[in-house]
Nanobody
């Protein structure tokens, strides 16, 4: 069955970094646009970053441009989110998303930025 398993979240101090991973299985990974979304308490889920099927096309939310980098490894069927210069405003549950002819979601991983 389809699985998207996120990992790499945790507690980090302001200014720190984290790298999220999303391991995918059960579908043809290389055909799907992969994205990271986040949802902070009391807020709607928002798109953080997306990457095209071949990894050559990316787009980012304005709030994370220059700080976050999305990448993918089609051979490993994994998508990553490198997050640098984290601030309290980045605290949220981060979700992996796969989109093509179907849409799949992971279960989310908590990122907390606090001193």
């Amino acid at each position: 069955q389809v699985q998207l398993v996120e990992s790499g979240g945790g507690l980090v101090q302001p200014g720190g970094s984290l790298r999220l991973s999303c391991a995918a299985s059960g579908f043809i990974f290389s055909r799907y646009v992969m994205s990271w979304y986040r949802q902070a308490p009391g807020k709607e889920r928002e798109l953080v970053a997306a990457i095209g099927k071949f990894g050559t096309s990316t787009n980012y939310a304005e709030a994370v441009k220059g700080r976050f980098t999305i990448s993918r490894d089609n051979a490993k069927t994994t998508v990553y989110l490198q997050m640098n210069s984290l601030g309290p405003e980045d605290t949220a549950v981060y979700y992996c998303n796969a989109r093509w002819d179907d849409i799949y979601w992971g279960q989310g991983t908590q990122v907390t930025v606090s001193s």
